[in-house]
């Protein structure tokens, strides 16, 4: 059993920058796959990024692709968003995810879900 704790949401302006954490309880976090999602008011729920067990593979949705990165710290049961550049659309509720055995770009992949921390961005 993983429980997620994501931190770090807030309020910013666009083009600010915004650092999410996502800590884990657990004896098996760092076998984890992990990853985000978000959740912005009315829309569906939709991938962000996610990392493997070891940090070494990550993959991204298109629009963060070059402004957000997604990293980890197996020693602190720890997983990290980076966002940059942040836009408008980037506003929603973002979860942490985890699984031991699947990672990839479907909310049914992860086995684990955080509570969400909500991200707004303000122009």
């Known amino acids: 059993q993983v429980t997620l704790v994501e931190s770090g949401g807030g309020l910013v302006q666009a083009g600010e920058s915004l650092r999410l954490s996502c800590a884990a309880a657990?004896?098996?976090?760092?076998?984890?796959?992990m990853g985000w999602f978000r959740q912005a008011p009315g829309k569906e729920r939709e991938f962000v990024a996610a990392i493997n067990w070891t940090g070494l593979g990550t993959i991204y949705e298109s629009s963060v692709k070059a402004r957000f990165t997604i990293t980890r710290d197996n020693a602190k049961n720890t997983m990290y968003l980076q966002m940059r550049s942040l836009r408008l659309e980037d506003t929603a509720v973002y979860f942490c995810?985890?699984?031991?055995?699947?990672?990839?770009?479907?909310?049914?992949?992860?086995?684990?879900w955080g509570q969400g921390t909500q991200v707004t961005i303000s122009s």
């Open positions: 657990g004896p098996t976090f760092s076998n984890n796959h």
């Open positions: 995810v985890a699984d031991p055995d699947n990672w990839g770009k479907d909310a049914a992949d992860y086995r684990y």
